[in-house]
């Protein structure tokens, strides 16, 4: 099956369930400062899982992009990639757990035509000492979804211990199969939601030679190993709990949240444990091939290194389109750092051309039905590689010089080849074996694991998931995001769009068009223009309405296949006194007077054409 037939059948057949169909969010989040990227499917709907409502309404399926910087080191492997497609659906307080668990099992066995016999599932074992009893209700569930199929589903605990015992459904702890933002502990703040989640696994068979010989030939064999033999291709969170002061209790409105890989779907679904055999990456392993000569899967090397080129430019690719161009700070970072580490591993099979860009457009037209903007921004996409390949060329070429000039190599400077000038320690090492120096690999192992911790820290931000912050005070920020805009272009002319902002509970950032540095004068203005508006004391609303509606209102936003069939709208003012209309979903004040003093402490370049505006309340 291709993954965009598999991508059309499950929105379908979600929406054959009452569900609306969202367009993906980019992959840079907007007003999340907690993390860097748009890592789960689930994160652009925090607001609306934590009780914001929703303008399409209770029941909603997409295919979010997502992208995990934490999984950089991972890729070469046979399913571990940075970029992929999550399909998610929701019920906010709509449908709960036997609906959930139904139509999962007959869109993967009907929908997909998966064989029932290969499918495994997991379920939460319960916490005792918390009050959370074993997720029995699910299992239930789930064997009269198996009986009609014909398969008799039995429920096992401890395989982790004790292996598969026979099992069909298996218990695990809150390590594997629970979901909330701050774990399942007495610590966890009041108010918090959370819940039991159960996982869907494809038996690939019981190959021996998967797991007899692999470094997990002493270990049992159950879904949740890594011998190779299970994968997760789906996740269904049931959301019932919510922390109070007398501990967990059931939640009045319960949520749905299911994320599922497309790419690992669509392998279950060809019954290939490789990720990169599926259809969206042919052509570019044929174009590899072309380039290098090289076969894949031939040899376990140069394998790894086609999936390392496959994973690494489709991500770039994918990355550039929504913004996050080369650079070495933020996002930017990111995709300079995928780009070069391609690069290094292309030289590994034969590839010393540019080829990025060749590569790049092989995926825009493998997307172009699904991402329509990637063909729009086609131009620009392979500008940007082109630029940072030759920027890679000479900074190698400044690395062999100052490598040229050691006598010795620590675990430091072996990491700073690394970092600063894209050396593999491969080859630090082939190099300093000319020389006659060792390499202290200790040290370097050292100083790549605390490079790495803070790429995880960067991408699974300050929560589980990346998840925004709801707070009293960011939802001031939030509100005062909109009047900033609004003061912009009062004072600076309609040129003025926002082109991105960060929020915190302890300030904002706003980067907005603008080519021109700002004067004190410009500066005073804009605060005295907010500060009136919070004097003023103006209501904050919202109507949730269709697009069309929304352009007819002059509401602010990027229209285009960001937004659904109907949006929120939140308005600052009433009648003939209206300063800001925005297309947002929220959380914001009812009443501009509880903002406080608003404050510009930096105005400054963000990068050609966009200024950036730090700003507090006091």
């Known amino acids: 099956m291709q993954s965009s037939e598999l991508r059309q059948k499950y929105l379908d057949f979600f929406k054959k369930n009452g569900h609306k169909i969202i367009p993906s969010a980019s992959l840079i989040p907007e007003n999340d400062p907690t993390t860097l990227f748009t890592s789960a499917g689930m994160q652009p709907m925090i607001p609306y899982l934590l009780g914001e409502s929703h303008p399409l309404g209770h029941k909603i399926v997409d295919s979010q992009k997502c992208f995990r910087t934490q999984d950089i080191e991972e890729v070469g492997d046979s399913r571990h990639t940075t970029f992929f497609e999550m399909l998610g659906n929701w019920s906010l307080g709509d449908y709960f757990k036997k609906e959930q668990i139904s139509w999962m099992f007959e869109f993967l066995t009907t929908g997909i035509k998966l064989n029932p016999e290969n499918i495994y599932v997991t379920v939460f074992r319960g916490k005792e000492e918390v009050g959370i009893p074993k997720d029995e209700e699910a299992v239930e569930i789930w064997k009269e979804q198996f009986k009609k199929s014909g398969i008799k589903a039995e429920a096992v605990d401890f395989s982790e211990k004790n292996g598969m015992q026979g099992g069909r459904i298996f218990y695990y702890d809150e390590t594997k199969n629970w979901w909330s933002r701050a774990g399942i502990t007495q610590n966890m703040p009041v108010g918090e939601p959370g819940g039991p989640d159960s996982e869907m696994f494809w038996d690939f068979g019981a190959n021996l030679e998967i797991h007899e010989n692999s470094e997990f030939k002493s270990t049992p064999c159950h879904v949740n190993c890594d011998c190779g033999r299970f994968m997760e291709i789906g996740n269904n969170v049931f959301m019932e709990y919510i922390k109070t002061e007398k501990g967990f209790e059931k939640l009045k409105n319960k949520n749905i949240d299911f994320g599922g890989g497309l790419e690992r779907m669509t392998a279950a679904s060809l019954n290939t444990p490789d990720i990169f055999a599926i259809d969206v990456f042919a052509s570019v392993r044929k174009k590899i091939e072309e380039l290098s000569g090289k076969i894949y899967g031939n040899d376990p090397k140069e394998t790894k290194a086609f999936r390392v080129i496959m994973d690494h430019l489709r991500a770039a690719t994918f990355l550039i389109a929504d913004g996050a161009v080369p650079s070495n700070k933020d996002q930017g970072y990111f995709t300079r750092r995928l780009i070069r580490r391609a690069v290094r591993y292309a030289n590994n099979v034969g590839i010393d051309s540019v080829f990025c860009s060749a590569i790049a457009e092989e995926f825009i037209d493998i997307y172009a039905d699904s991402y329509p903007y990637l063909k729009e921004k086609q131009k620009e996409i392979n500008q940007e590689f082109l630029k940072e390949e030759e920027k890679f060329k000479e900074t190698m070429e400044k690395g062999l010089k100052e490598f040229a000039k050691l006598d010795k190599i620590s675990g430091k400077d072996a990491f700073d080849l690394y970092q600063t000038y894209g050396f593999p320690i491969e080859v630090t090492e082939e190099l300093a074996k000319e020389k006659g120096i060792e390499v202290d690999l200790e040290e370097f192992k050292k100083e790549l694991e605390k490079h790495q911790e803070l790429s995880r820290t960067a991408s699974a931000g300050m929560f589980k998931g990346g998840l925004a912050d709801n707070s009293e005070q ?50 005073n203005s804009v605060e005295n223009f907010i500060n009136d508006i919070i004097k003023e004391d103006l209501p904050v609303s919202f109507e949730e309405m269709t697009i069309e509606k929304a352009r007819e209102l002059n509401a602010m936003g990027v229209f285009g296949s960001k937004y659904g069939e109907r949006v929120k709208v939140y308005t600052i003012g009433e009648g003939n006194n209206v300063v800001s209309r925005e297309i947002c979903g929220g959380p914001h004040v009812e009443h501009t007077g509880v903002l406080g003093i608003f404050k510009i402490q930096k105005e400054e370049a963000s990068s050609s054409g966009v200024r950036r505006i730090k700003a507090i309340l006091k």
């Open 474 to 523: 960011t939802t001031k920020y939030h509100t005062a995001n909109h009047l900033l805009l609004a003061g912009l272009r009062k004072v600076l002319g309609d040129h003025v769009f926002q082109k991105g902002s960060n929020i915190t509970a302890e300030r904002l950032r706003f980067d907005f068009s603008h080519n021109e540095k700002l004067t004190s004068a410009q500066i």
